[in-house]
């Protein structure tokens, strides 16, 4: 069974930077995308990233592009998502999404 679980989130001001990682545990290959999504109880779920197995050709919504990078790290089985330049509207619940798994969530606070 696939199991995701998301780390790295946490409070900072706007400009500031956070770098979450998602862990993936439960499948022995990697050949499958990944995907970051946040959450808000204004805008619902909204997808902000996604990687293929191979870590090219990144996709980025619109409002975080720019700004934020997704990446992996396929010998640790681990996703990335490099926020810089953090805004308030960033503010959220953020998500990683493999395989039709999703993880439990990380906060991320950013204050003006």
């Known amino acids: 069974q696939v199991q995701l679980v998301e780390s790295g989130g946490g409070s900072v001001q706007a400009g500031g930077s956070l770098e979450l990682s998602c862990a993936v545990s439960?499948?022995?290959?990697?050949?499958?995308?990944m995907r970051w999504f946040r959450q808000t109880p204004e805008k619902g779920r909204e997808f902000v990233a996604a990687?293929?197995?191979?870590?090219?050709?990144?996709v980025y919504n619109d409002p975080v592009k720019g700004r934020f990078t997704i990446s992996r790290n396929n010998a640790k089985n681990t996703g990335y998502l490099q926020m810089n330049s953090l805004k308030v509207e960033d503010t959220g619940v953020y998500y990683c999404n493999a395989l039709q798994a999703w993880g439990l969530g990380t906060q991320v606070t950013v204050s003006s």
């Open positions: 439960g499948r022995t290959t990697n050949d499958y995308s």
């Open positions: 990687i293929n197995w191979s870590g090219s050709n990144p």
